[in-house]
């Protein structure tokens, strides 16, 4: 009877990450190729591990494995896994903690760039033939001297505040959890009740988790107080922002603009105002998604499984349930 540690890989992940796996004779490894809870459910019975990128894993299919110790996320979020249940069983669940800082930071600067220099309307402009007529386009802005709140300072929001104080923007950083020293050191000042600080805020980019304290915490009535050519952006988890709330503000000329890489539900459902409002950018849960992240991701959530029965795994990148 073989002692190598069966691990399931949920979706395909990058091939360097893999490599990890055919290279390491105390593995053995299966890829699920389809996010199908009825296949999950049959082949998460032997598994010691697994990967898991976006796919929802509930305690129902959980509580099917027989041997089952540790959940590497090919990522940062774990609202996707039944935490309780998790707990309850002593399974561990890891992040990918060092790979996606910088391919998300990069992100939101794509969204607030594409939203202040009206990245689609001028590029149809000139593809329209209507290259003479832009004196009667809208004004552009700038992100320089602008104020921008950080709500969220983990490895994300420390990446974010580098690419911030390089294009000489002021800036705030909500995080109860981060001391002031410690915001002060990055060159940010903290900010101690966002609510309050929302109407001084240019911008806004969302990196919290998503729970009961943040869920919603994006609605009409902080909405409401943000300045009306100020642009929010949420590349953390849907859910956080009030999406109704938000096509409302939007259209009624509370803010300027969005960016959502997430929604509430993803995909989006087709009636979705948000896809319709022209005040918005969008992408598909892809801040992450470089070429370069993909990488990362993959070879970090691997080592992680590796390292865990390695009884090497850093405490750091071990979710505290």
């Not at 598994?47 to 990522?75: A, E, F, V, Y």
């Not at 939203?115 to 290259?131: A, H, I, P, W, Y």
């Not at 983990?154 to 911030?164: A, D, T």
Request: charged share 25%.
């Amino acid at each position: 009877m073989s002692n190598k540690k069966k691990i399931l890989i949920v979706l395909p992940i990058h091939e360097e990450g893999i490599s990890l796996l055919k290279n390491n004779n105390n593995f053995e490894f299966e890829i699920l190729n389809e996010s199908n809870l009825n296949e999950l459910e049959n082949k998460i019975i032997n598994c010691d591990g697994l990967t898991l990128r976006t796919s929802k894993l509930p305690g129902q299919i959980i509580s099917k494995s027989k041997n089952l110790k540790i959940i590497s996320r090919h990522g940062v979020g774990y609202d996707n896994i039944d935490l309780e249940y998790c707990k309850s069983n002593n399974i561990k669940i890891a992040i990918t903690a060092t790979a996606n800082a910088v391919a998300v930071a990069e992100h939101v600067f794509f969204m607030m760039l594409s939203l202040c220099k009206r990245k689609e309307m001028f590029d149809q402009t000139v593809r329209s033939g209507n290259f003479k007529d832009k004196n009667k386009l809208p004004s552009t802005m700038e992100l320089w001297n602008k104020n921008i709140l950080i709500a969220g300072f983990g490895r994300i929001g420390k990446s974010l505040i580098k690419r911030c104080l390089g294009f000489e923007m002021n800036v705030y950083v909500y995080d109860p959890y981060v001391s002031e020293d410690e915001i002060k050191s990055f060159g940010g000042t903290k900010v101690e009740l966002m609510e309050d600080s929302l109407s001084n805020m240019d911008f806004v980019s969302l990196h919290l988790p998503l729970n009961d304290k943040t869920k919603n915490l994006i609605n009409i009535n902080n909405l409401k107080k943000m300045k009306k050519n100020s642009i929010i952006i949420n590349a953390a988890r849907g859910g956080i922002v009030n999406e109704e709330d938000l096509n409302r503000a939007l259209n009624e000329n509370y803010i300027f603009g969005a960016g959502l890489d997430v929604f509430s539900v993803e995909p989006p459902n087709h009636d979705n105002p948000l896809l319709k409002n022209n005040k918005t950018i969008l992408s598909p849960h892809t801040a992450a998604l470089t070429e370069e992240c993909r990488k990362r991701m993959g070879v970090e959530a691997v080592q992680n499984l590796i390292d865990f029965f390695d009884e090497k795994l850093e405490k750091s990148k071990i979710v505290k349930l």
